[in-house]
């Protein structure tokens, strides 16, 4: 899996894709006739309340846990049931009608170091104050990077000494960091093998129902995309200061997903974590071990059964069956910490998915800095922080195709002061976010982007329109202010950024509009303009306030998509957007950053662009490009820097171990006057002005297994 999908993505599991497409299935298979639908508008569906309901205590979270477990059930009956016989095609063969995108400056650290350079990038972050964690970090003076299971740490000025300075391993796969004020802090998933930990497999919970793998017994790979090993988020704090030392170590069960550093202070976002009891059945695994119903009728009386079987395992379990569990590592020792159920807060029954949305917070400058927790029961697709607010999205699990309801998502928003992450309020929306650029906060204005999906009745088509939505908080409800009303008709949102007064929509099906909406008025946003043309956007950069800078793809007349296209936008007149200028790569490409604003780097006072891109055709080509960005003069190709040699030197010849991936470039960051390109052979150092010749090399060490330290005396080369 790769980092994006891990990271700010937040994925769905790939059974929730097949879902989708299912619920499709099962919609057609129950309707019939023809007819169309109007396109998605008006209120949310009614329902319960989207206001989470708090549990300030250990004994009174299980009999919340328990009614949520007992609605899943009585939803995934209502489905089988629904589906009758039509349950049984192989839902792999549908696929949704209209398709759905990919998966979204620091100021603390001021100057580089006495005698460091002044200018440097840093991770490309939504909202400036709010440091988001990457693989990549830089202070100017040194470049840190997560590579394979080990956190290096890169001599970095001046450019040409450029030189390793350390290699610390890291337990299990790093995915993000933060560094600032001579402290990182390293975020890794570490799998329970050996049961140490004393977490559930993290396979089991009460998911949608479709039909699964059946896992071989004591196989816990086979059959299934992802490892079922219980899971943990392990946070790593070093000091870097000088030589790296490891000085505190949580062990945090659920999956990682976003971070967020304002400041010291730190909150990791992590998924899953919640628990089945020991004797809670998988339909689905008793559906496929014996001879399949010979009729509807065996079907529904094997539905029941289960339904019988499963609430009568969730009313007889404790509260251990479900919380997750956490430990701290003291001087090796592994001490297990409370559980975390004081600042829980429960959606109505049956609202959200499966598992658990944690926000732990904590103070990265002290090593004995209590851990804070935010639990929200059920996964989030998207997380927002700005300097005072964060927002979780939660999509309605219980919707599924039937009359003309369209799909809604629960927005919790939380206040965010010091450590602490106090829950302030939640509301429906119609529709779903794309990701993190689908939200925006200014003021007591929630302001954010979301495509709406109904189904026909007659066909289980799909109707889909976006619109960008403005929300306050009247007490503890979220509330819709006012909303553009439906746009794009059968399209999907592509890309979404809020700047200042405005707000800018890239939706797609086969042309690509971008529409610059005023948001100025809550009351009243407004589409002030429109441009349509092939292709859409994926990311969007503002270039000042009369410009955006954009990354995603061309596309052809009947919307087949092309190669990867740079774009310049002119908003100057938001009544009349322009394309001001296009770089479009050829043939089959594809970059990060068209799915990982991090990937993208932007030198805004000096005007240079740069990002990784994989080229397909014919060889194996991995380059970090270049570009001169100016609203002046348009885009102009500065040149790429090729890690191939790197590739060469770092593990053999290009026919070992896959030496092609291994020449991959992932990130670009600008120090001064040069370029650092960083990628999984190592790094190289280039002036601006002279892409050809490298003023400095670093070979990384194989990223799949470090090699162990030699033994003072011991022989290297054995």
Known sequence: MNQAQNDEGLALRWWQVIAVAALVAIAAACSGGGGGAPAPSGPPPAGPQAKLDRAAQCDDLLGRLQADALAKIDVQAESLRASGWQINVDPGGFEPPVPAPAEGPRDDQGSGAEGGPDDFTETNAQEAGVDEADFVESDGTHVYALHGNALVVVDSWPPESTA???????????????????????????????????????????????????????????????????????????????????????????????ARRHDAIVRVVMQGGLGVPEAFPDFWSGFYAGPPPANEEEFLAQVDAWVTEAKSAIEASDLDDWLPTQWERRDGTLTELPPPCSEAHIPAPGLSDHGMTRIVSFDMSANESPLRDALVLGAASSVYASQDTLVLAQPDWGWYPRGDEGDRTSVHVFSLEGDATTYAGSGFVPGVPLNQ?????????????????????????????????????????????????????????????????????????????????????????????????????EYVHPLGDTHLLTIGRAADETGRPLGIALRIFDVSDPASPALADEHVFAGDGWSEANYDHRAFT??????????????????????????????ATGLSPIGAIDHSALATENCGTPEEWGCPGVAEVRRGLFIEDFVYSIGFAGILVHATSDLDTPVATVVLPSNRVLPPPVAEGEDPST
């Open 164 to 258: 390793l300075r350390d290699t610390v391993e890291i337990e299990g796969y790093p995915h993000a960091m933060f560094v600032a004020n001579g402290r990182a802090v390293v975020f890794s998933e570490v799998y329970d093998d050996t049961g140490e930990l004393g977490a559930d497999e993290s396979c089991r919970g009460i998911g949608l129902p479709l039909p699964m793998p059946v896992r071989e017994p004591g196989n816990p790979f086979a059959g299934d995309l992802a490892p079922c090993l219980p899971s943990f988020t392990k946070v790593t704090v070093l000091d870097v200061a000088a030589e790296p030392t490891v000085v505190r170590e949580v062990y945090l069960e659920g999956y990682y997903s976003a």
């Open 437 to 537: 650029f689908a939200f925006d906060v200014v003021g007591d204005v929630l302001r954010l982007a979301t495509t709406e999906t109904r189904f026909r009745e007659s066909d289980g088509t799909a109707e889909t329109a976006s619109q960008v939505l403005t929300t306050r908080l009247s007490g503890d409800s979220l509330e819709v202010v006012g909303s553009t009303g439906p746009l794009a008709p059968g399209e999907r949102i592509f890309a979404s950024r809020f700047f200042g007064d405005r707000a800018y929509l890239v939706t797609f099906r086969q042309i690509d509009p971008l529409f610059v909406i005023d948001v100025a008025d809550p009351a009243n946003p407004t589409v002030l303009g429109e441009l349509e043309l092939p292709g859409f956007s």
């Open 602 to 631: 932007f030198a805004a006072e000096r005007g240079l662009l740069a990002f990784p891109y994989v080229d397909y055709q014919g060889a194996f080509s991995s380059t970090l490009q270049l570009f001169s960005v100016d609203v």
